[in-house]
């Protein structure tokens, strides 16, 4: 029940604020075992009487939705058969809002959102859908749909939540979402995009970007830094080559990145250390080497801090250990030869931490000494700042300044 009232306070900020929700499109709510499965109309039938323009506009809605329930092909759960007649905020799935201010001409109801979450619809997105030009949010994952995003979504001015999260959806990155002016979450998690990710994307003023479980591959653009999103998930895809340096001067926002189960390689980038909001940082199951940044002890908010499975080498300091808010701290399979007294005492903190089969002396679980007899990357030189002691937290030199171009999609 708190994601639907998530979604409807959603909709009532980015709703103008003379606007009312209407019963008929908004609240009706019929909530399954879909896990978190929103029905947004519920059928009822008595939305405000539409005038003037937004007779227009629900018309137009009416062919969209009516082009889009032909291109779905199974509705194991019934839920288009309450899309009959022009009424389309009796629709399930459709949200409607009513505009009345007084100076607003299009007075009346318009379809506001879509939310077909865990519907288990098979089909695909259609052009025609570009004719909703009011819809703020669009949640369709945990679906069947296939194919790819259609190039008129671009015509989508209002939409600010895009999530096809859990479909079949294929083809190369979708670069239409880039020209959908007001977008700030995307989520393309469990798809079957491949090919490289367009360095645009990390130009985009997005909040949230997920396109975790994939099959997207290459390097990642050297603009990752670019990025002004609070949340990136780029895990369990094929990309491959070092963190892009810009990564340490990202937006001071950024809480959580994951970049498991890639192939990167190199080195953990010192600018890491600026992310002081930072709670969660995975780069797990890569091909990552040399030794851990002093700026690590920097990331005051850390809460999981995961670089398992990689070739890390070097001692765990004390201060990665002391960090305050860690929760879970997890270095196994790689090789550390040791750790400090610090980090001992993570056991009496109730932090959680990994540190089996490295190479670490006197210690259980480890890996057998001839594995340990040639450290990985013995030879790599990672760009550290010289300094007797560790590094001053969020205080990086500015020749580690990197020269970001933008560009255009």
């Known amino acids: 029940m708190g994601k639907t009232w998530l979604l409807a306070f959603i909709l009532w900020q980015i709703i103008p604020t003379e606007a009312a929700i209407t019963v008929g499109g908004g609240v009706g709510i019929n909530i399954g075992n879909g896990g978190g499965g929103v029905w947004i109309g519920g059928g009822i039938n008595n939305s405000p009487t539409p005038s003037g323009p937004s007779v227009l506009k629900l018309s137009s809605a009416y062919t969209a939705l009516q082009a889009w329930k032909s291109a779905i092909t199974d509705d194991p759960f019934g839920i288009l058969k309450t899309w009959v007649g ?15 201010g007084a100076m607003d001409s299009a007075s009346g109801p318009f379809v506001a959102g879509i939310d077909l979450n865990h519907a288990n619809l098979q089909g ?22 296939s194919g790819t995003v259609p190039d008129t979504f671009r015509d989508l001015s209002s939409l600010q939540e895009l999530d ?16 959908i002016p007001n977008l700030v979450y995307l989520d393309l998690r469990f798809n079957s995009f491949s090919g490289p990710v367009p360095e645009y994307l990390f130009n985009k003023r997005l909040d949230a970007i997920f396109l975790n479980n994939n099959q997207f591959d290459g390097e990642l653009p050297q603009n990752l830094g670019n990025s002004p999103a609070s949340v990136i998930n780029l895990a369990n895809n094929k990309f491959s080559g070092n963190i892009p340096a810009s990564f340490g001067f990202m937006s001071y926002k950024l809480k959580e ?12 980038p010192e600018g890491v250390g600026l992310f002081s909001e930072m709670q969660v940082f995975d780069v797990s199951r890569n091909l990552l080497m040399g030794h851990l940044p002093d700026t690590i002890s920097c990331l005051s908010d850390i809460e999981v801090l995961n670089l398992a499975h990689n070739k890390l080498s070097g001692v765990v300091p004390d201060l990665v250990c002391s960090l305050r808010s860690l929760t879970n701290l997890t270095v196994a399979y790689n090789f550390f030869s040791g750790f400090s007294q610090e980090c001992s005492k993570s056991f ?11 190479c670490i002396p006197g210690r259980n679980l480890q890996r057998p000494q001839p594995e340990c007899s040639v450290i990985p990357g013995g030879g790599l030189s990672c760009l550290r700042i010289p300094s007797a002691q560790p590094s001053v937290c969020g205080a990086l030199p500015g020749n580690l300044e990197v020269n970001l171009t933008s560009s255009s999609p």
């Open 124 to 145: 695909t997105l259609v052009r025609e859908l570009s004719a909703l030009t009011d819809i703020s949010i669009l949640h369709l994952n945990s679906n069947r749909f």
């Open 86 to 100: 022009s009424d389309v905020c009796s629709y399930k799935g459709v949200f409607c809002a009513d505009s009345h």
């Open 348 to 358: 009496f903190r109730n932090v959680g931490f990994d540190f089996s089969l490295n």
């Open 257 to 268: 990145i994951l970049l498991l189960n890639n192939q990167l390689t190199g080195c953990i």
């Open 164 to 179: 096809l999260s859990n479909n079949h959806c294929s083809g190369p990155f979708p670069t239409v979402t880039f020209y």
